[in-house]
Structures are given as C-alpha cells and as structure tokens.
C-alpha cells in the first residue's frame, strides 16, 4: 500500500538527526566487497538517479542500520543469502524533488510505500532524507512483525509456529583485546645503589630480556661496581663489587611506545673491602658474598622492536650483608635498605 504525500520541511530533517544521525558511522563510504556475505542485508534499487546521490544515500541508510549489523546492497556478483527486504527509490514523472521509496518486505511478504517532496531541504540533506524515510519504514515493517508475533497465542506443542521469526538482529561483538608482543632485549645501563649500612655504589650494568608470555619476560643482569671512598678512624675505606641478578617482569602497562613493569629481583654480589690506613697503621683486604631481594618499577620507553630506553627503580632488603670495621667497630657496610636504581638503553629485537 502507498501512504499519501508528505512534505519534508528542513526542520523535520533537523529533527531526524539525532534520532538516525547517532548510528552514524565515521568510515561509512563506498559499499565493501563483503556486503551482505556474513550478515542479513537489503537490497537497494535506486531507478535513474545520479551516480553520487544514489551512492549517498546508500552510505547514508547502511551507516543507520549499522548498529542492528543490517547492511545496504546493490546488485553485485557477490553470493549471499536473500535480502531481507527490498528498497526501491525512483524520482516521481513530473514532479521535481518528489521521491517515491517502496519497501518490500521478504517476511512478512507485505509493501508499503511514501512519497517525499523535497523542495524545501537543502540540497545537500536531500540524499540524508531519503534514508531516514527509508530506514522508517523498513523498521515500521518490523516493528510490525514484531508485534504480531507478541500478541499470537503461544502454539499447541505439537504444532509449528506460524508465524516466521522477525529480521535477526546480531549480538554486537566486543573487540578482541590486544596486548603488546614481548621482544627479547639486550641493553646496557648505568646503575647505583645506596645502603643504609652506609656504601654508595656506582657502575656499569650489561642485560638481557627473555619474554616467557606475552605479559612476562625474565631478566638477567650482570655488572661492575665502585663505591664512594668512606672515612674510617684508622684511615679510609674503598670498595668494589662485581654482581649477577635474576629478575622477573610481570607487565602492567604497555602501549606502542611505552611498557611499564613490575620488578622482582634476586641479587648476589661479590664485595672487596679495601683499606688507606694512615701512617702507623696496619688494614687488610677483605671480600665476601651478599645477597639482596629486590621490587620496584622498569619503565621502557620507544617505539617496539626498535632501541628503547630503560630505567628501573626500586629498594631491597638484605638476605646476606658484609659490612667493613675498624678497630672492632663497624664503619660501613653492604647492609641495611638499598635504594637502586638503573638507566640505559636496550635492543628489542
């Protein structure tokens, strides 16, 4: 059936915007090639209407059926399924601006029909206006349907539902979420650490990035140290470290320049002690072992699988210590809170 003339003033265009203009879609453009292969679809029959308008108004439409994951297809070679309904736009003979829009419904098998005049909107809405009238009606058919099916009598058991189901409307599905590959890395780095025992250490660490997950690596450290020299009543004390330390790297945070993870170390170090006494006085090397665990941050910074930077923080605490004394008292020490922390760069690859 045909509903009578309506005219289509611009406020009424105005007024369709935020009803149809909300399921805009941003990419909405040239029809893919894919139309209508892995979703229901209507297909359009726009009869001697200019190339670009036509084509307008099919973005426009497919951009609103959008969010039901509806397409909007022209005739092509592509095999699919049956549309679900069939929209026809045709100028009317000898009315300028007057559009006529027919909808063909597959399941309910019904045909309803308007006639638009668009003298009094822009040109630049008219195409816009076509597919809010044709994207009513196509819903006022289902919606139709819909209702028809609510008020029907619930089937005996052994009989089949009479009436077809309404036009499928698909779950939306959630994006897949994406996280950043993990890279292997080899890097250097300039390190420092300070003791509450009373030793300042500085030097030169070289380490290497193992991923065991996507959200893991593992690290392993190795390095050279020289600490400050410390006054002792008897003199000064220097010291030197040598240290290997094993570290996991859960991963917090990451983009496509930054990542930032937490850090769990084991380290152990091997200590050398060594005295200036003063005239008159006698000290003697002395080295031994000491072993730290470790928490803090690793923040890299730089474009993926390319050189990055990195810096760790963080503080540990003491499993083994080895402290230096003079004359029975203890002067300073690889002891007590360490405070840590690392900066260099680093090779993903």
């Known amino acids: 059936m045909r509903r009578r003339l309506l005219k289509f003033a611009p406020r009424l265009v105005l007024a369709a915007l935020p009803l149809f203009g909300v399921t805009l879609a941003p990419s909405a453009g040239a029809e893919a090639a894919a139309c209508g292969v892995d979703r229901p679809w209507v297909l359009m029959q726009l009869s001697e209407l200019d190339p670009d308008f036509a084509a307008q108004i099919i973005s426009d439409l497919r951009a609103g059926l959008a969010p039901s994951r509806i397409d909007a297809c022209v005739v092509d070679a592509t095999e699919r399924k049956a549309p679900l309904a069939t929209v026809r736009i045709a100028g009317v003979a000898s009315r300028e601006l007057v559009f006529s829009i027919d909808v063909s419904d597959s399941v309910t098998e019904k045909r309803i029909g308007r006639d638009i005049d668009l003298g009094h909107v ?3 809405g008219r195409a816009f206006a076509l597919a809010v009238a044709a994207d009513e009606l196509l819903r006022a058919s289902w919606a139709e349907l819909a209702l028809a099916k609510e008020r029907a009598p619930e089937p005996k058991p052994e009989a ?54 996507a959200w893991l690596r593992i690290g392993l450290t190795a390095g050279v140290r020289r600490g400050l020299t410390v006054d002792a009543p008897s003199g000064s004390i220097e010291s030197r470290a040598i240290h290997v330390e094993l570290s996991l790297r859960p991963l917090l945070v990451s983009s496509s320049i930054f990542s930032l993870d937490a850090l769990v170390a084991l380290r152990g170090a091997e200590i050398w002690f060594v005295p200036e006494p003063v005239a008159g006085a006698e000290g003697s090397k002395m080295n031994s072992g000491a072993l730290f665990g470790r928490g803090g941050l690793a923040l890299t910074l730089g474009r993926t699988g390319s050189v990055r930077s990195v810096t760790t923080l963080g503080a540990g605490g003491p499993l083994r210590a080895f402290s230096a004394s003079d004359g029975g008292e203890v002067v300073t020490g690889v002891s007590g809170v360490e405070f840590f922390a690392t900066s260099g760069v680093a090779l993903e690859f």
Request: aromatic share 10%; charged share 15%.
């Open 122 to 124: 822009p040109s630049d």
């Open 160 to 213: 089949k539902p009479a009436q077809p189901p309404p036009p499928p409307e698909a779950a939306p599905v959630e994006p897949p979420q994406v996280i950043e590959s993990s890279f292997t890395a080899l890097g250097v780095g300039l390190g420092f650490e300070a003791y509450g025992g009373g030793q300042k250490h500085f030097g030169v660490d070289v380490f290497w990035l193992q991923p065991l997950a």
